[in-house]
């Protein structure tokens, strides 16, 4: 054989089945071949185990979609590319036209565009409330079919905590499905409730490092096999590469959630007592309206804390800009501590009382919490919050 045809022809390694690597090794690779054209023919038709395109299924994919079901507590799971690609099929793949949505104010901003600008094209109609507002979701419901309502918890960024059971209670007895957006709250969080879809954005705590983007929806099986020629077709799949950082990120997710959990504690206790500071919103705060709710259906607080600035003590920006600590980033759920001023997350799209209910004021500031020695982060918002005005 000529030299072309060998390095195209290499031979192959076989890896003998009692003799694993401890690290599953990445799948880089876009097509798997069968030996025999009938064998090909059986996988394609679903009657035999294996693999043809990357785009369908990969065993790194599988790997981690396993991985993520479990952790969320279903056993159904597609990957995407990043985390709206993953709302976005959810979406997609769960209504048709004329069907009604419910989602909420207090939401991701792309999320609301997807369903009040691109779905509404589609003759997908909604309804928009507060998350706060229990009785409209049941009027609504009550009002008009629905085909499902999405929603967060706890919201970004100020950290209201939706009631899950009285949304989901509602939901069912409507007829109308769940989705709930789950990527603050961590797949170690409400898995026990009655959720029909899960999406989450693994580029925050899954990966957990900031340097890769990715998204899930998690689901029983039923559902997820139900959308999975839609989502093939969509072809917002995750590159096996990505999938096997998210899943080495996922080793340490437990150990860096929790901390960044006790740090957003400490952070918020120093805050709330700081004279500085106007009010603070975290879950596991005694002072948050919701506090009660959280301790019940959250494991813990989350790391997000929100916080709002007294007018007159220290201008927001100069807060911003004097943090050491704290990098001025969108997105949330790095190792590093980040933060994310109000006049940045300001919701344009909203009107001035659907802008009431999100809550962004420009002295709002939202922070991501780290994995970093918790006493240099008080320390590091002490300094800034000491900044002239
Ligand atoms: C709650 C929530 N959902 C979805 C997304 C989208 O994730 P991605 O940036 O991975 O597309 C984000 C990103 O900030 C988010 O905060």
Same mark, same amino acid.
């Given at each position: 054989m000529k030299i072309s045809t060998r390095v195209n022809h290499p031979p192959a390694v076989a890896v003998p089945v $009692? +003799?694993?690597?401890l690290v599953a090794p990445i799948y880089q690779s876009v097509k798997f071949t069968f030996d025999d054209v009938a064998e090909s023919e059986r996988q394609s038709r679903g009657q035999r185990e294996g693999f043809q395109y990357s785009r369908v299924s990969n065993p790194t994919l599988q790997q981690l979609s396993l991985t993520l079901a479990q952790l969320q507590g279903r056993d159904g799971c597609l990957l995407t590319s990043s985390g709206v690609a993953a709302v976005n099929l959810a979406l997609l793949s769960l209504c048709k036209q004329g069907d009604h949505v419910i989602l909420f104010a207090e939401m991701y901003q792309p999320t609301r565009y997807m369903i009040r600008r691109l779905l509404a094209r589609y003759g997908v109609t909604h309804t928009m409330l507060s998350i706060e507002d229990t009785v409209g979701i049941e009027q609504t419901l009550a009002e008009k079919p629905t085909r499902l309502v999405i929603f967060e918890t706890p919201s970004n960024p100020v950290l209201k905590v939706a009631d899950i059971q009285a949304i989901t209670a509602a939901a069912k007895r409507h007829g109308a499905l769940t989705v709930l957006d789950n990527t603050f709250a961590g797949f170690h969080n409400h898995g026990q409730f009655d959720i029909d879809v899960f999406v989450h954005s693994l580029t925050k705590y899954a990966s957990g490092h900031g340097d890769v983007m990715g998204g899930a929806v998690i689901a029983r099986r039923e559902i997820t096999d139900r959308m999975r020629q839609d989502f093939i077709v969509l072809g917002a799949t995750l590159d096996p590469h990505t999938a096997f950082l998210i899943q080495r990120g996922l080793k340490t997710y437990a150990l860096r959630y929790e901390r960044q959990c006790a740090n957003a504690l400490a952070v918020a206790q120093f805050l709330e007592a700081?004279?500085?500071?106007a009010g603070v919103s975290y879950?596991?705060?005694?002072?948050?309206?919701?506090y009660q709710l959280a301790r019940a259906q959250m494991l813990d607080g989350g790391a997000i804390v929100s916080v709002e600035l007294k007018e007159r003590a220290v201008a927001p920006a100069s807060f911003a800009n004097a943090l050491e600590l704290f990098a001025i980033s969108a997105s949330v759920g790095s190792t590093e501590s980040l933060v994310q001023p109000g006049q940045l997350m300001?919701?344009? $799209?909203? +009107?001035e009382a659907e802008q009431g209910w999100a809550a962004?004021? $420009?002295r709002t500031m939202r922070l991501s919490v780290g994995i970093e020695d918790v006493e240099d982060l008080i320390a590091d918002l002490g300094r800034a919050l000491a900044s002239p005005l």
């Open positions: $009692d +003799n694993r690597p700081h004279p500085g500071v879950p596991w705060l005694s002072s948050h309206p919701q300001r919701p344009r $799209d909203l +009107n962004v004021s $420009d």
